[in-house]
């Protein structure tokens, strides 16, 4: 089964749905700008962008059942973790490292996105540990669902796990193992490696010997895709025939989002050593979010008076979220001691 033997999953998402995804996407992009200009200003101390990357990590989300199936994502998936349901306000409490942040109190880096509400899993500072984890975690609900643990009727039972990486981790053995696992085994398991032409300052002729990551899929016994990774809706259809094939017990597919990243690295990171300006402003007129307004607009399903409304909503939940964490209470120094482990029962 393939997308283009199929009507597109994409053609049957209706017009709220469509602007749904426009407006998360929006959304993280105003967010990821002010983020970074708070880090120029020196007002926080680290960020790492989805600049660029918005319609692989949106587009992905949508075709998944937002906070029922599993995610583990990666340092970059903002946007990503966004459309799941983490909130601009929690973004912000992490980044200044607020008492009481979602993630770990403030004692965690930013970008470390995760919540057991929504079944979005804290990855390791270690890239590609998401993918052995991710496998183990597909494995969970394959035997769950074998041994009668799982409801198949129960729309609230996890039913694939999906983890993101970029292609620089796929050089690491971890990668390799977690995906010879979800082969070996038919695991409901999905991986989007997001291209982005970089393993920070590497380009991807030096990081594999191969056209495309998916390419490697032949290796573990899974099919792989490779998809525009700047087209939202694209990226939506490949995601949705792998949900639909790992919910059939089809097992676990690789997918590979060609994409860009628009900003250095991290925060931290001189981009100019690597790539030329020309390069940059080349793929800023692939803009992704620029190219799914020009498409809703053309079919009608966004006006521009929308598109500017939209704007103006997006910068003033940005402006209310910052508001919020600059006001919000340090955490006490002593904090940093505790809360790493569950306490025993009975025990303090």
């Known amino acids: 089964m393939t997308t283009d033997a199929l009507v597109r999953a994409s053609s049957r998402l209706d017009e709220q749905t469509l602007l749904s995804i426009y407006w998360t996407m929006l959304l993280s992009r105003r967010l990821d700008e002010r983020a970074w200009a708070l880090h120029r200003q020196g007002k ?6 989805a600049m660029g990357q918005e319609a692989a990590q949106v587009g992905a989300a949508f075709a998944i059942q937002r906070g029922v199936d599993y995610v583990n994502p990666y340092y970059r998936d903002l946007a990503l973790s966004i459309a799941i349901g983490i909130t601009p306000l929690d ?3 992490s980044l200044y490292a607020k008492q009481g942040e979602y993630s770990s109190g403030g004692r965690q880096m930013p970008a470390h996105f995760n919540s057991r509400r929504l079944n979005l899993v804290g990855g390791s500072s270690v890239v590609a540990t998401q993918v052995p984890q991710t496998a183990g975690l597909a494995f969970a609900i394959k035997y769950r669902q074998k ?8 729309p609230t039972q996890p039913r694939v796990a999906l983890t993101c990486l970029g292609e620089g981790s796929t050089s690491q053995g971890e990668w390799h193992e977690g995906m010879n696992w979800a082969g070996v085994h038919r695991l409901p398991m999905i991986c989007l490696v997001q291209n982005n032409a970089y393993a920070i300052s590497v380009p991807v002729d030096s990081q594999m010997a191969v056209a495309n990551v998916a390419d490697r899929a032949a290796g573990y016994g899974i099919p792989g895709v490779v998809v525009d990774g700047n087209d939202v809706l694209a990226v939506y259809d490949a995601v949705r025939e792998a949900v639909e094939r790992a919910y059939a017990g089809e097992g676990a597919t690789l997918i590979e989002a060609k994409t860009y990243r628009l900003t250095p690295h991290s925060s931290d990171d001189d981009d100019r050593s690597y790539r030329t300006r020309e390069e940059v402003e080349l793929w800023k007129g692939r803009d992704p979010i ?7 607009q053309a079919e009608g399903v966004l006006s521009p008076e929308q598109a500017e409304d939209c704007d103006r909503r997006a910068r003033a939940e940005v402006d209310s979220a910052q508001a919020a964490a600059e006001a919000a209470p340090d955490p006490e120094p002593e904090e940093a001691l505790g809360a790493v482990y569950a306490p025993a029962e009975g025990g303090s």
């Open 91 to 93: 973004i912000m409490m």
């Open 290 to 296: 620029l190219r799914f307004r020009q498409h809703l």
């Open 44 to 49: 926080i101390h680290f960020h790492i962008s």
């Open 147 to 154: 041994t009668g643990l799982a409801d198949p009727a129960d």
